[in-house]
């Protein structure tokens, strides 16, 4: 069964970077359930088609990524999320996983450093 | 059920084997002597009946002599037939007893002494019966019964006694026998007992050995380690055990009990404490990986709020979770603390010498391509100053006001000294002197000053010397690297100041003005207009030098917009300098700067001089325009919103005033708003 992601950054450019690297063939099949803007696309996204996994980004429109963590954690225990962000400081990645993340990203990353963390993620 | 488990296959297996041993060997003893005195009993028993027997024999003969007078003498008989039938069955019954004493105790000699007991009865009973049989027995039956008795009562009592000894014999054999099985028994419980003893001394010893040399063990770690170490529960109550290092590291004594968060927070700011509880919650959650945790340890290298004017201390913390017993989950967490602020400013100190390193050759680009003369005469001026500076340092007389007249003095010559070094763009010492500025800012910023607040002044003025000096020498090395092409007769570094000392002055304010208009995205045109002036006295030339770079850094700041900003006032979008030397008729020299910016905004200014708390409100508002405009050169009044390299601290028109004073210029300011500004100087002939 294939794992189901969904990516979630305010950045076209880097959601269609994480979404191209979907086919590194490091991974394991994965299927692309969606890419959402902001928070409250995500929480909508994640609510109906259900992702195993979600990279989130933090500073973003309508309801920013710590929420929207806070309130999958509620709706939807079992996903497991990856913070993918340019906010670099301890205090941030500290907030993130007390919310419910269950890994850290910082941007800018190379392929390598995406692919791993998507690995590490999976494991 | 665990505990017998525990004890089954831990270190009490032996003890507890020893103790059920011992515990079987009492019960066996007991046992034993149960049946051995149930023998004993047998055997008395079986004594008493063979002495019955010798009992009940002569009570027989007895009674059969009786019946035998009875009868001759004519008597009645009932009686003696009462009790010699009363004898033989009571014989009978002692006889059955022995028989079957002898028979339980398979003694060959016991059974055939019952045998010939019973086989002497048997005549002797059958007599006694036979006399019995009648109220009146007849004589002959008598006499039988009575030779019998006579025959037979003696060879049954000697039976009867050999069978007494012979059950007396074997009574003291068994007793014998109970006796070594008792002693053994107890032999072998008492050795049992002394092993228990001894295998539980031994143990006992054994442990408290191997818990001493534990506790030893415990003590020379925690005396040697390098770390301050201790343990905190899930609360961060801090245990008991702990290095002797933590004492040297931290700062405050942590007793046993206290918390170590509620101390940790005294010595920390808020937020590193916020993100300290989170990071030690997210440790001692089971869910989150202890990977995920690795690099955000917000402790892991922290300063420590310390008393004033001590160095500052930098800590490294790490935590790692204690485990309980099995199933019990994290418990706590073992703290390990270690003093790292050597680490840290030898990593300062390698960095200052890198920027040194890079300083350095950046200076020595620097200086390639200016005049050597005016290099040198920026350095011996500077030098001059700030000895003058070291002077007024040195002769402070000890009061606040006197320190903040001082401090002030310092930043306004270090000020001028920063846009003269930025009009030759000797970065390095531009940089030092701004770093310095912020340091004389601080200070100026303080109600009260002490003596010991001069001593980061004197330190400051120090390094800038020192840059001074760095410089001095490169352009000496370059000087003599170049001595032979000026010994050719090219032009000298001691050549004297006029016109084209002037020109040179003004390309240099020209790169100047550019260089601040691109740092603050300005678009900028400078025009230069100087006519043939003829000579230039020296108080022009050091105006030129010190105050037009004040100037022209304060129209491109102050004056010039940027260029959006421009655009939608309708101008331009390139502010427009222009700088002026120009000789009247009357001889008298003008130095004038314009700028087509945003003009003086008299309000703006009033405002900032209110807020400022320069002076109290009343007096702002009751000052003319005129005279708002003038504090322009009094020291510490900007219209600049925030402080940079190049302007925003108030104090390069005060530059620019003490210097129209001290070279007897006469200074005029025209500026209309959203037009233009004018600062024009004037030398009246000699």
């Known amino acids: 069964m294939k794992a189901r992601l ?26 692309l359930v969606g890419l959402a803007g902001d928070g409250e696309q995500a929480l909508a996204i994640a609510m109906s088609r259900k992702p195993d996994f979600i990279t989130m980004d933090l500073t973003m429109p309508n309801m920013d990524g710590e929420a929207c963590i806070e309130r999958l954690a509620e709706v939807l225990p079992g996903a497991r999320i990856m913070v993918v962000s340019a906010l670099s400081d301890k205090t941030t990645a500290l907030r993130a996983i007390s919310k419910g993340a269950h890994g850290f990203l910082h941007k800018p990353f190379s392929e390598e450093q995406l692919v791993a963390a998507l690995l590490e993620l999976m494991s | 059920m665990p505990l017998l488990h525990t004890l089954l296959r831990g270190k009490y297996r032996v003890l507890v084997f020893a103790v059920a041993a011992f515990f079987l060997v009492s019960v066996g003893v007991y046992t034993l002597n149960y049946v051995l005195l149930q023998s004993v009993e047998r055997d008395a028993k079986s004594i008493n009946e063979g002495g019955k027997l010798r009992g009940y024999s002569q009570q027989l003969a007895k009674a059969v002599l009786t019946l035998s007078h009875e009868s001759a003498a004519g008597e009645p008989v009932q009686t003696s037939q009462a009790q010699i039938s009363e004898a033989y069955q009571a014989f009978d019954l002692a006889l059955a007893e022995v028989q079957a004493f002898a028979a339980a105790s398979q003694d060959g000699p016991a059974l055939e002494l019952a045998d010939k007991l019973d086989r002497q009865w048997q005549p002797l009973r059958d007599a006694a019966i036979a006399v019995l049989a009648s109220a009146t027995p007849d004589r002959d039956a008598i006499d039988s019964a009575v030779t019998l008795s006579n025959t037979r009562n003696v060879r049954l009592l000697q039976l009867a006694d050999d069978l007494t000894h012979e059950q007396e014999r074997l009574a003291g054999d068994r007793t014998r026998s109970m006796r070594v099985l008792q002693s053994g028994a107890i032999a072998v419980a008492l050795l049992m007992f002394a092993f228990i003893v001894v295998h539980v001394a031994r143990r006992l010893s054994r442990s408290d050995r191997e818990a001493g040399q534990a506790r030893r063990e415990t003590t020379d770690i925690l005396r040697t380690v390098r770390e301050g170490l201790f343990l905190i529960d899930r609360n961060g109550t801090i245990g008991t055990q702990r290095s002797e290092h933590l004492a040297r590291v931290f700062p405050h004594p942590l007793a ?104 350095e050759v950046a200076l020595l680009l620097d200086v390639l391509d200016k005049d050597p003369a005016d290099v040198r005469r920026f350095i011996d001026d500077a030098r001059a100053k700030l000895d003058g500076l070291n002077a007024a340092l040195r002769d402070v007389a000890p009061d606040a006001g006197a320190y903040l007249t001082t401090v002030t003095k310092v930043f306004r010559e270090v000020h001028s000294i920063k846009g003269e070094a930025a009009a030759l763009a000797i970065g390095a010492v531009a940089t030092q002197a701004h770093r310095f500025e912020d340091e004389l800012g601080a200070l100026r910023q303080r109600r009260t000053l002490t003596g010991n607040d001069l001593i980061p002044v004197a330190t400051g003025i120090g390094h800038m010397l020192q840059e001074l000096a760095k410089i001095d020498t490169v352009i000496s090395r370059l000087a003599a690297f170049a001595q032979p092409a000026a010994d050719a007769g090219a032009r000298g570094s001691e050549m004297p100041p006029g016109e084209d000392g002037v020109l040179q002055s003004m390309q240099r304010i020209q790169r100047l003005a550019l260089a601040v208009a691109a740092d603050l995205d300005k678009k900028l045109r400078v025009e230069t207009s100087i006519p043939h002036v003829g000579e230039i006295p020296e108080p022009v030339h050091r105006l030129l030098r010190e105050g037009l770079p004040q100037l022209v850094r304060n129209a491109v700041v102050h004056g010039i917009e940027a260029a959006a900003e421009r655009r939608r006032a309708g101008k331009h979008e390139e502010g427009r300098l222009r700088i002026e030397l120009a000789r009247s008729e009357d001889g008298s020299l003008e130095l004038s700067v314009t700028d087509d910016g945003r003009g003086i905004d008299v309000h703006a200014l009033r405002r900032r001089l209110t807020e400022d708390g320069h002076r109290p409100a009343e007096q702002v508002a009751a000052m003319s325009d005129r005279d708002v405009v003038a504090t322009l050169f009094a020291p510490g009044v900007s219209t600049a919103a925030t402080v940079s390299e190049h302007a925003g601290r108030g104090m390069g028109l005060d530059v620019v005033g003490a210097l129209a004073r001290e070279t007897g210029a006469r200074l005029k300011l025209a500026s209309t708003p959203r037009a233009y500004t004018r600062f024009t100087l004037q030398w009246s002939p000699a």
Not at chain 2, 306 to 319: A, E, I, N, T, V
Request: no cysteine.
């Open chain 1, 6 to 31: 969904l990516i979630v950054d305010d950045s076209m450019v880097i959601r269609n970077l994480i979404a191209r690297q979907m086919l590194d063939e490091r991974l394991p099949p994965i299927d």
């Open chain 2, 256 to 359: 046993p009990g206290e918390n170590f968060l509620v101390t940790l927070a005294a010595l920390v700011t808020p937020d590193t404490m916020d993100s300290a509880r989170q990071y030690i919650g997210l440790l001692l959650n089971e869910r989150v990986k202890p990977a995920l945790l690795a690099d955000l340890n917000p402790l892991q290298r922290v300063q420590l709020a310390q008393p004033g004017g001590s160095r500052p201390k930098y800590l490294s913390f790490s935590f790692q979770p204690v485990r309980g017993d099995v199933g019990t989950g994290i418990t706590g967490m073992l703290v390990a603390v270690a003093d790292v602020s050597q680490e840290v400013r030898l990593e300062r100190e390698l960095a200052d010498a890198e920027e040194r390193a890079r300083s």
